[in-house]
């Protein structure tokens, strides 16, 4: 019997990946203020299409690149020409394939996609992959003129901790700041899911601004002009149901750089997620996201009055301050929030890292290898652009990338920095630099074990009495077994330093760099070599014409079909964003072209007769049984 099952819930396994064939036609377009931005799939705004999946399914996305029409000589242009898609978060397996192979670092795992070209990123969500992740860009300063978009995986365990989560709000509220004791299975309530996708906005394009930060006296801070939500540069409505009791709202900041601020008037935001890892439920006022971070916070909806939600975007001096609304069906929106973001209850910018810990796990033990990076702008730097650039232990990270590909062994200017392959690899990121900077790393999510307050200066492991290392002592011992607070992309205050943890057994050449776009143009970021990698010219995919992959796909793709999301459970997925401007729709619909293949049907049918056999062998056993016992 035991067999059986097994076998059945193998079965299920095979039924539920599904595999979701998506194209990406990139092309430049002009909004209505005749602003060039980069479009996907004649999408109006600068934020793509959602893709929406399940652990374990297989993607697969043809990207074709029609960002520039003609050739320029200028190496910026040239630069913005061509494209990568990388996916920010997914810690890819390496199934067939090294999963560091789809990162879509040009230079480092792939070649960039030339004008004109076209590439696959074909790769599997692991199962233990769930939760909230974008795509972007890697090219240039792509991603700020629209070549980003959701990556959302589904998985019914996140579902379910979700529901247990409002189960306990409902016995406890939302007064005390932990929630602890959740019970084993959740009541039935009614929780809506919501995107929440903010960046900074500029009246001019990414390319334009890239100019002038790259000019011989350019500052690394352009101006921050505005903000958009969910694409839209105005203020977003999201409609609940009528029998809404709870929604979760997924938060991404996608912006180029400023950290965004989110305050749900008259209510608590329970924080569940941080970068794709389920965190313990940690009721917050106010919620603080750094460029490249995700939250999931989930909100019990106390009053059916509209709700304001308000949303600083932070520029170099305060806050461009916006009014969104949760409305019911038919309702109007108020009077916007025109007080101080600053002012706002529990208002604090600061990684709160003891606080969002995951569900699970525990400290990652001793150290084999302790690294520490000082970062900084080098006024006297002037390479290769003749501009000052962010240097991190003296080089930028330019320097890192190779004319070839770091992954066939090619090398830049200066070698990749050697992790120990499968230790336990500490980093110390400091900032010697006086502003907050937004650090993510490529192929790991780490354990924050310790961050400084400002001006606690820099944390150098051999310097043992310093007010960094007093702390990182101190934090490393609070910690005891517990697990710290574990996520992609971490926001570090100026003249203090970071200290991540992680275990260095995913094979590849990983990046760790500041997520601001224009201080990554700028050079600030290393790269990190990981395990010994033997990779041949023939395991990598190579951009190829267009004509001929048409073919091809119509060979392999069987009868179209538009899948709609399940709606899995507890969590409904209802996307109804709603917009003064444009009309901005949840954009899982946008998705062109998204069909289970002519071979994964032919496996349903197979898993289908298997399941028949098996119940009508588990009815004969049955029955066996029973004319034994009579
Ligand atoms: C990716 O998948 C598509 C079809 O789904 C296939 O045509 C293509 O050859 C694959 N490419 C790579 C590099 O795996
Ligand atoms: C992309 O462009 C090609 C060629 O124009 C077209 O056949 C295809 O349907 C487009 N795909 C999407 C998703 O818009
Ligand atoms: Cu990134």
């Known amino acids: 019997m035991i067999l059986l099952w097994t076998l059945v819930v193998w079965l299920q396994g095979l039924v539920v990946a599904e595999t979701h064939l998506y194209e990406f036609n990139i092309t430049t377009a002009a909004d209505?203020?005749?602003?060039?931005f980069i479009s996907i799939n004649g999408r109006t705004d600068t934020l793509g299409p959602t893709l929406r999946v399940k652990s374990g399914d297989q993607v697969n996305l043809l990207v074709n690149n029609e960002i520039c029409e003609q050739n320029y000589a200028d190496a910026l242009m040239q630069d913005y020409c061509s494209t990568s898609i990388h996916f920010h978060g997914l810690i890819l397996g390496n199934d067939g394939l090294l999963g560091a192979l789809h990162d879509g670092v040009p230079g480092v795992t792939q070649?960039?996609?030339p004008s004109h070209m076209s590439?696959?990123?074909?790769?599997?969500?692991p199962k233990n992959v769930c939760g909230t992740y974008w795509y972007h860009s890697h090219s240039s300063v792509q991603y700020g003129d629209g070549l980003r978009g959701l990556f959302l995986v589904e998985c019914e365990e996140r579902d379910k901790y979700i529901n247990r989560v409002a189960t306990r709000l409902e016995e406890v509220g939302t007064t005390s700041d932990a929630i602890a004791e959740l019970p084993t299975s959740g009541q039935d309530l009614k929780i809506q899911e919501e995107v929440i996708a903010v960046s900074d906005w500029y009246s001019k394009s990414s390319i334009d601004i890239l100019r002038e930060v790259m000019a011989p006296n350019g500052d690394p801070d352009p101006r921050v002009e505005g903000s958009t939500t969910n694409g839209d540069t105005g203020s977003v409505a999201f409609?609940?149901?009528?029998?809404t009791q709870y929604i979760v709202f997924r938060v991404v900041n996608m912006g180029m750089s400023g950290t965004n601020v989110l305050h749900i008037d008259g209510h608590r935001m329970c924080v569940i997620e941080t970068d794709g890892i389920l965190a313990k439920p940690y009721m917050v006022d106010t919620l603080a996201i750094a460029p490249g971070q995700r939250f999931s916070v989930l909100l019990k909806v106390e009053s059916r009055d509209p709700i304001k939600i308000i949303h600083g975007c932070s520029k170099m001096m305060g806050y461009i301050t916006k009014t969104h609304w949760i409305l019911r069906s038919g309702q109007l929106r108020g009077n916007a929030f025109?007080?101080?973001?600053?002012?706002?209850?529990?208002?604090?910018v600061a990684e709160r890292y003891l606080d969002y810990v995951p569900i699970s796990g525990s400290l990652l033990p001793e150290p084999a290898q302790q690294i520490s990076l000082d970062y900084d702008f080098a006024d006297e730097i002037r390479e290769p652009f003749e501009t000052p650039m962010y240097v991190v232990n003296g080089n930028t990270m330019n320097e890192y990338f190779s004319e070839g590909l770091l992954i066939l062994g090619d090398r830049g200017r200066r070698d990749p920095i050697l992790l120990e392959a499968e230790q336990v690899v500490e980093i110390a990121i400091n900032s010697i630099d006086h502003m907050r900077h937004p650090w993510h790393m490529h192929g790991h999510t780490f354990q924050v074990v310790s961050v400084g307050q400002k001006r606690d200066g820099p944390l150098h492991f051999n310097d043992a009495d310093s007010p960094a290392m007093r702390r990182y002592k101190q934090d490393v011992a609070n910690w005891g077994d517990r697990a710290p607070m574990t996520r992609d992309t971490i926001n570090i205050p100026g003249h203090s330093y970071a200290v991540i943890r992680f275990v260095a057994n995913n094979p590849g050449y990983w990046l760790l760099h500041c997520h601001v776009e224009w201080h990554m143009a700028k050079g600030l970021g290393v790269v990190f070599q990981e395990g010994d990698l033997e990779v041949s010219t023939l395991s990598i995919p190579e951009p190829f014409e267009k004509g001929k992959v048409k073919q091809e796909q119509e060979a392999n793709t069987g009868p179209t079909q538009t899948s709609e999301p399940v709606s899995?459970?507890?969590?409904?997925?209802?996307?109804?964003?709603?917009?003064?401007?444009?009309?901005?729709?949840?954009?899982d619909g946008a998705i062109e072209e998204e069909s289970t293949t002519a071979t994964s049907k032919i496996r349903v049918l197979i898993v289908y007769i298997c399941i028949m056999c098996i119940v009508n062998l588990c009815i004969w056993h049955y029955g066996l049984r029973e004319s034994q016992r009579t």
Request: net charge negative.
């Open 32 to 36: 209505k203020e005749g602003k060039t």
């Open 111 to 113: 070649h960039s996609i």
């Open 119 to 125: 590439y696959w990123y074909n790769f599997s969500i």
């Open 239 to 243: 409609v609940v149901d009528e029998e």
């Open 338 to 348: 025109t007080g101080r973001i600053r002012d706002l209850p529990g208002f604090d």
């Open 568 to 587: 899995s459970g507890t969590v409904a997925n209802t996307g109804h964003a709603e917009s003064e401007l444009s009309g901005y729709s949840s954009a």
